[in-house]
């Protein structure tokens, strides 16, 4: 990328002295005032200073804000834990949505690989002045994120469970101890390794993401999926699956392995018009509505 | 029976209270005759390999064509209810130009400034007034004698 030009620094700093470290992750002076206005806004003014510096050495905002809004929630954000972003936000409104449009007598929810916890707590969030029982579980291999999903399920007073555990483990239902689930969510990592590497003009991960985001949330292909179904969806009495990811070739994966078992696939794309999750469905299970959220139908 | 008088006068120039504004003319948005598009800003990647923080609104108002955007805050939720809240705004605007919220709001504003010039005004015309007519001291009214007494108390001479 291109360096910031001197005149755009000497404008910056006509307009506010706190404004120029902000500019090399913002790349322009409205972006860079709409950052500050939010850091002005969240922090005490002693940690003005303290907060650009940190942007200038490519920190992510939501790591010096502490939060990230997600649906209604402020989920808290802390450094080695992936931050949540809007994509999944999105699909995960609509399939609130659409579990509200269900009327389901009992939810019971297992979220692989989830970090935060914010999809589990939203869909808790949503769902909680419904008459539908929630039995949501959420679990993840990373101690750190273990953490601070407890922490953001007591900040927000709502009920889900948390564990450590792994998606690779065989065994993983029953040490979850869960066989009674409906429905399996996951936002794995997805990123090949050859594509983390690369520069964000060729498709890869930009700077922020990569300096300082856990790369244990980001490096992850097919095996991801793969596990995902056979250590979790299969064995369970699960009616339906959504998973995120962000190439074609992970849905085909999904598919491939899917259908064998007697599912049915489609992938949604989010806002963007990328491909963004692949949801499973049982031909006359509780979930065929997913249907209604795909864009494609194998 | 006590009759209140209003004057006609006062009840047009009176400036209305803030919690008598009209209220928010949310009303005017009907979900199914607008567009809602999120600007994430650029093409390239998405997902996990970048994060932005911010969620720009944009709401496009199928019938007259106005397009508001919104980006005020980083939550896409708040972001979206503030675009539906100006875009009223504007609606309001359009339909009833002459009572509409921002009017009245703006009349109010200006209101206030003129009164409040009004008070400077009439606070330093009689600052001015009274600078300009100096005080003149007091004349005192003495007898002679005591006048004499105090001549001599003052002079200090030897009897």
Redesign the interface.
């Known amino acids: 990328m291109t360096r910031v030009t001197a005149k755009l620094i000497r404008q910056a700093r006509s307009i506010s002295p706190y404004l120029p470290p902000l500019l090399p992750a913002n790349r322009s002076i409205n972006q860079a005032l709409l950052e500050l206005k939010w850091i002005k806004c969240e922090l005490p003014k002693n940690e003005w200073r303290k907060a650009v510096n940190k942007r200038l050495k490519w920190v992510p905002l939501q790591y010096i804000l502490k939060t990230q809004p997600f649906g209604n929630l402020n989920i808290l954000c802390k450094d080695g834990v992936l931050i949540p972003r809007w994509e999944t936000e999105e699909w995960c409104m609509k399939l609130a949505n659409l579990i509200k449009g269900l009327k389901l007598e009992k939810l019971s929810m297992i979220d692989a690989c989830t970090g935060t916890g914010c999809i589990s707590l939203l869909i808790n969030d949503e769902l909680k002045s419904t008459a539908t029982n929630l039995d949501i579980h959420g679990f993840d291999v990373s101690g750190k994120a273990y953490d601070l999903a407890k922490e953001n399920n007591e900040f927000h007073h709502l009920s889900v469970n948390f564990h450590l555990g792994d998606v690779f483990d065989e065994e993983i239902l029953d040490k979850l101890q869960l066989t009674d689930v409906n429905l399996i969510t996951s936002n794995p990592p997805y990123i090949p390794e050859e594509d983390y590497n690369k520069s964000v003009l060729l498709n890869g991960v930009s700077k922020s993401v990569k300096l300082h985001e856990p790369k244990l949330a980001l490096v992850g292909n097919g095996e991801f999926y793969y596990n995902l179904l056979y250590n979790l969806v299969f064995p369970s009495s699960a009616d339906g699956f959504v998973f995120e990811l962000g190439y074609k070739e992970q849905a085909d994966l999904v598919n491939e392995v899917a259908k064998l078992n007697g599912w049915r696939v489609g992938y949604m794309k989010d806002s963007a018009e990328k491909i963004r999750c692949v949801l499973g469905w049982k031909a006359d299970g509780k979930f065929k509505s997913l249907k209604d959220l795909c864009s494609y139908v194998y | 029976m006590f009759k209140r008088h209003i004057s006609i006068t006062s009840c047009l120039y009176s400036i209305p209270k803030k919690n008598k504004l009209p209220p928010r003319p949310k009303w005017l948005i009907k979900e199914d005759e607008i567009k809602e598009?999120?600007l994430?800003g650029g093409?390239?990647?998405?997902?996990?390999?970048?994060?932005?923080?911010?969620?720009k609104v944009q709401l496009t108002h199928i019938p007259t064509g106005i397009v508001v955007t919104c980006?005020a805050?980083?939550?896409?939720?708040?972001n979206r209810d503030k675009a539906r809240e100006l875009l009223a705004l504007k609606l309001d605007d359009l339909y009833n130009a002459e009572n509409s919220r921002n009017n009245i709001i703006h009349d109010r504003q200006l209101k206030l400034k003129q009164s409040k010039a009004k008070k400077a005004n009439r606070k330093y015309k009689k600052l001015e007034e009274e600078k300009d007519t100096p005080s003149t001291p007091e004349e005192v009214i003495m007898d002679p004698d005591q006048e004499f007494d105090e001549f001599i108390k003052s002079a200090k001479v030897d009897v």
């Open positions: 598009k999120f994430k093409s390239g990647p998405g997902g996990q390999k970048i994060n932005k923080c911010n969620s980006q805050t980083r939550s896409q939720q708040q």
